[in-house]
Structures are given as structure tokens and as C-alpha cells.
């Protein structure tokens, strides 16, 4: 007659492997606290949910190649002259992620936008969403060698698989027609597919600049905004305002 597995050895056959290890001793705790079946079995798998928990946060913090961890705790919302706070706070819901629509960060350098961009994409890891942080410069290099190798295809999904991607300093430096055509491509994929959280430090009447096309830069920024909010935040550099703020206090 076959032997039926015990509990820790079902336990151990359904990946549940902290359940595994320490349920004889949350028995006797249970036991001991004269908690039901019920009660033990939650405290059980409350325990094992909270570790996978744990654990799907650290892969998703990793996938995301996020350069820095950051807060909202640590941001500065007093140093830029205006901003939307309410909107920028409401973005932590990440509701625009599960509807698929966009984020965008626009204002002069040093004045918080990555810091935001950065903290939502913590957030999202956070709950366990897919995310992936890059630059636009960086997006453009990576697609001009997989053009180059001929593997355009599999890394235009890479871009296209996260729920949620992050690109900063569009704007930072100008693109070529090559250039300009592959992140419309990258946009074009994530359209009313996935959300885009995005940092620029130019107006969008300036993005024909960007792209060196106004047809293209008309484009991307149609499927950008069409599902998407604009936070607008102004105010000079937090960056500056520190060197100057050390300047003077050494010079004292």
C-alpha cells in the first residue's frame, strides 16, 4: 500500500518551502495559543505569501536596472517654484499603469523629475509590477547595435515586455533620423500595450528639435499624452542651488 506523504512533504511538493520548515513549530505556537484550524492555517500561509512577497520584489528591483533606489520621503517639495503636487502624488496609486496610459515628467534640469520617475518605478516593483528603467539616449544605442546585428526584433521586446517603462532625459541630446525612427518605434509598441513614465527638460513645442523631425516628434508625443497625464514642474536647479549653498558655507 503506498504511504501518504505527510503534511511537510505536501507542503514541500506545492513550493512552499518556508511552510515547510517551520511548520511544526507554528503547530506548537498554535497549540499553545489555543488558535483553530483556521487560524493556524492563515498565520501559515500569511507567512509563506509575505516571503514570496518579498522575494518577487527583490527580482522585480533587479529586472528594473533602477540606477538608485529613491523615495518620496526624500524629495524636496518645496524647492521647485510650481509643480502639480496632487497629480504627482496620485501617480503612486499606479492606476495609470494598470490602464496602460503614460506619465510624463517635463521641466528644466534639477528639479526632481528622475527623482519622481525614480520612485514610482521603486513603487511599482514594490507591487510587483514588471518595470524597466532606462535613459532615451540608451534606448537609441541599444537599437541602433541590434539594427546594426540584426536582433532590432528581439530587442524591440525587450522594450515592449515590461507593464511599465521608464525612460529618462529625453531632450538631453538630439537624434538623428535612425535614431529619431527607433524610439517611435519603442513608443509605438507600448502604445495602449504598456505605461511609460517619462522625464524631459523640453516643452513639447521643442521636441521637433529633439527628434530632428516634427512629423516624428508629432507622432510620439500624440501616443504619449493621448493616454496620459503631464506633470509640469518648474523652478532652478536643486543641483546648483547645493554648490552654491556649499560654496558659501566654505567660504565662511
Known sequence: MTKKPDLQNLLELFRLQHSALTIADQAKEAASKNLSHIQFLENLLSQEASLRHQRIVQLRIAQSKLPVVKTMDAFDWAHPSSL????ILNAFSLDFVEKKENFILV?????????????LTYA??????????????????TLTAAKADRSLSRVLKHYAAPKLLAIDE???LPMDKDGSDLFFQVISHRYEQGS???????????????FNDNTVATAILDRLVHHGEVAKIEGASYRVKNRKEKSTQSAG
Open 84 to 87: 502639480p503636487k496632487q497629480l
Open 107 to 119: 521641466g528644466p534640469s534639477g528639479v526632481g523629475k528622475s527623482h519622481v520617475a525614480q520612485a
Open 124 to 141: 511599482a516593483c514594490q507591487n510587483e509590477i514588471k518595470t524597466l528603467w532606462t535613459t532615451a539616449a540608451d534606448i537609441v544605442n
Open 170 to 172: 529625453l531632450g538631453f
Open 196 to 210: 511609460v513614465v517619462l522625464t524631459t527638460n523640453r516643452a513639447f513645442k521643442d521636441w521637433g528639435k529633439i
